[in-house]
C-alpha cells in the first residue's frame, strides 16, 4: 500500500513563479531577496485557502538557501541548500509554520 499523502501538501506550490493569485506578495519577496534586504519579521495573514503557508514555506527555503537563482528563486540544486538546514530539517520531527490568526470579540 502507497503512503497516503495530503493533496495540499502533495500539490502544494514548490517556487514564487508557480504560486497563483498572489502575483503582488511574491514579486514583493522574491525582490526582498534579489536585494538581499530582509525585514525583521514577516506577518502572513489572510482567510484560510489563499497561500499563507505555502508563500511563507517558500519564502524560508528561499533565505536559507545559499545559492539563490538571480531572480529571487530557491535553488532546486539539493547541494545549494545551506548545511544549517539539513541539520535542522534531520533532526527536528517536523517543520510547523504556525499562522496565527486573533479575533476581536465585542462584548456587549
Not at 18 to 25: E, I, N, R
Not at 28 to 45: E, I, M, P
Not at 64 to 76: F, I, K, L, Q, R
Request: charged fraction near 20%; proline fraction near 3%; hydrophobic fraction near 30%.
Amino acid at each position: 500500500m502507497d503512503e497516503y499523502i495530503v493533496s495540499a501538501r502533495k500539490y502544494r506550490p514548490i517556487t514564487f513563479d508557480s504560486v497563483v493569485g498572489q502575483q503582488a506578495l511574491t514579486t514583493t519577496l522574491k525582490n526582498a531577496v534579489k536585494s538581499q534586504k530582509l525585514a525583521h519579521a514577516y506577518l502572513f495573514c489572510g482567510p484560510r485557502g489563499v497561500g499563507k503557508t505555502t508563500c511563507a514555506r517558500i519564502f524560508a527555503k528561499t533565505i536559507n538557501c545559499e545559492h539563490p537563482t538571480a531572480d529571487g528563486e530557491a535553488a532546486t540544486n539539493a547541494r545549494a541548500v545551506s548545511r544549517s538546514t539539513r541539520d535542522e530539517a534531520t533532526t527536528s520531527s517536523s517543520l510547523t509554520l504556525q499562522a496565527t490568526t486573533q479575533w476581536k470579540t465585542s462584548s456587549r
